[in-house]
């Protein structure tokens, strides 16, 4: 049996965050677990029963000025926003039925609420489980590479704006088509409706989620940053034990989690899954599907590790990190990121359009197509159909292959493992003063068919690089800062380097390496510049791929 009641929270400066227990009944006192969330108070399925099982309380908050809470609501997880969750916990730790051990766990969005809450540095919050956050949504969600994600924006600040006037259903759609609630969850003192309806008043004072994210250009157009990425000095300071998943096909969530897991000295645990948004395993050679067996229960393991951390009951950890090997579809193990005996290998765009092992010669010439696209829907970057089953899609790309500029090796004489982040190294002119380069690491199977296994994309202007990352950060380093920028001159040529996102993979024998240029990816990033289409010249003497290539994989999956 679960006791269940609503409540509000009343902050340091009286904003009012509404609040729901399930407790269960006959077993206090319990520790408690936290979900804060920007998408309405409603329990996941299965959620409440799974951790009133297991003898804890799930306490579910709507951040402020969502919900049922009071306030207006900013974009990217504001101080006062996480603030309020740390006087959530208080409240929590004051009620008789709590044991005075406090959790949070997340998806998304509620895994980044997590991760803050953790940086809050409150005593009571033990442990935090944050499954797919955008560590650094600058330049993991929003802009990669600088380039703003448009097709994700455009339908996310639609349906967050209609959640904060009190309508479920443009979300509902978006996210497959879930139940749409009659109305926002009350606390239980509001019989009549009166403090719900003052709670969406005060929504209508915010500026639209729409409104919130246009003209974001460089990473501090927006003042100082407040994410996982821009904490993470109190994230290591913290107190709380933490588990991170990600996925190497989750947007760049896997790109997040590695680097939090290369930047700390904490005993944290790290599992990256081959995922959409953490619903279904997708793999370029296994498909999407129910996950295959090696693949942990992030429900029953998110579980386990919240109650024996809250309990004492936890055993001594060291740092790990888990990841899946997409080819040998087969879950691994290692102490460090890339895993050890991992090398660097040079691949050379030539004039003939292959890769070759020495440096080529001569010139490229590209016009950038702005009808190339990887979507849209299905990508890797459609977070909001992943959150709802909806496979991520690997579509073979071998007549895509004509809108782009392409170079691809002789068959593998063998298998070839990579474990890391590719690097593509070009040296560029174009004939505009900004642009956007996408590159697709890709393969060519016998029968022709051709997979994309990662990408990556920088903007132009946002070229510079820097000799100090960020800590765990892959290089070459981008700061995306205003002060960085630097246009193009035309016809002359710039290095442009930048590292696509991180993968583990086995290439089967026989398969050829492709790297592919584009210069868009229609509905899925806003073009750059808005209109045209820059002709590139490509100084093959300075061009390269860079793969993170290790030995072969043991084929034994990692104890799960």
């Not at 009071?70 to 997880?77: C, F, L, M």
């Not at 010139?363 to 990508?379: C, E, L, Q």
């Not at 959150?387 to 073979?396: K, M, Q, R, T, W």
């Not at 990579?418 to 593509?424: E, I, N, R, S």
Request: charged share 20%; net charge negative.
């Amino acid at each position: 049996m679960v006791i269940e009641s609503s409540h509000y929270v009343r902050t340091s400066d009286a904003t009012r965050i509404a609040v729901t227990v399930h407790r269960p009944r006959g077993r206090e006192p319990v520790p408690a677990v936290i979900r804060a969330t920007r998408y309405w108070r409603l329990p996941r399925e299965g959620e409440v029963e799974r951790f009133t099982a297991a003898g804890l309380a799930l306490v579910l908050v709507d951040v402020r000025g969502t919900g049922a809470s009071y306030g207006a609501w900013t974009p990217g997880w504001p101080r006062r926003e996480i603030a309020d969750l740390a006087e959530v916990a208080d409240w929590v730790v004051a009620r008789p039925w709590c044991t005075g051990a406090v959790g949070a766990w997340g998806k998304s969005y509620d895994a980044n609420t997590a991760l803050l809450l953790a940086a809050e540095g409150h005593p009571a919050v033990r442990a935090v489980v944050a499954r797919f956050p955008d560590y650094d949504t600058y330049s993991q969600l929003t802009h990669p590479g600088g380039v703003v994600l448009t097709g994700f924006l455009e339908g996310w600040t639609a349906a967050a704006d209609a959640l904060d006037r009190g309508d479920y259903g443009p979300l509902a759609q978006l996210a497959g088509g879930e139940p749409v609630p009659v109305d926002v969850l009350r606390v239980d003192a509001d019989r009549d409706g009166t403090l719900l309806a003052g709670a969406l008043a005060e929504h209508a004072g915010a500026l639209p989620a729409v409104n919130a994210f246009a003209g974001w250009e460089h990473r501090d157009d927006r003042g100082p940053e407040t994410t996982p990425r821009a904490r993470r000095a109190e994230l290591e300071r913290s107190p709380a034990a933490i588990s991170l998943w990600a996925s190497w096909y989750d947007a760049a969530t896997a790109a997040g989690a590695l680097e939090h897991f290369r930047g700390t000295s904490r005993a944290d645990q790290v599992t990256i899954l081959s995922s959409n948004h953490g619903v279904l395993h997708v793999s370029p050679y296994a498909g999407g599907g129910p996950p295959p067996a090696g693949i942990p229960d992030q429900e029953a393991e998110t579980v386990r590790f919240l109650s024996e951390q809250l309990t004492g009951d936890a055993p001594p950890s060291a740092p790990t990190l888990r990841f899946w090997t997409i080819g040998a579809e087969i879950l691994e193990e290692t102490p460090e990121w890339p895993p050890p005996g991992t090398t660097a290998k040079h691949l050379y765009p030539q004039a003939d359009g292959s890769l070759g092992e020495t440096p080529g010669a001569g010139t490229a010439h590209y016009r950038v197509d702005p009808v190339t696209t990887t979507g849209p829907g299905g990508n890797r970057w459609d977070q909001l159909n992943g959150s709802a089953g909806h496979p991520v899609l690997f579509p073979d790309r071998s007549e895509a292959g004509a809108r782009l500029l392409c170079h691809s090796g002789a068959p593998l004489p063998a298998p070839l493992t990579l474990a890391g982040a590719p690097v593509v190294r070009l040296r560029l002119a174009s004939t505009h003063l900004d642009g956007a380069v996408f590159a697709y690491l890709e393969t060519v199977a016998p029968d022709g068919r051709v997979r994309c296994l990662t990408e990556g994309c920088l903007r132009l202007t946002h070229r510079r690089t820097h000799d100090e990352p960020a800590p765990g950060a892959a290089v070459p380093y981008h700061s995306h800062l205003a002060r960085d920028t630097e246009p193009m001159t035309p016809g002359r040529f710039a290095a442009i380097e930048f590292a696509l996102l991180p993968l583990s993979v086995v290439i089967p024998r026989g398969e050829r390496v492709r790297l592919a240029l584009a210069g868009a990816d229609r509905g899925t990033f806003a073009p750059v510049p808005r209109s045209g289409r820059p002709g590139w010249s490509l100084d093959l003497a300075a061009c390269s791929l860079q793969l993170p290539v290790r030995g072969p994989v043991d084929a034994s999956p990692a104890d799960v």
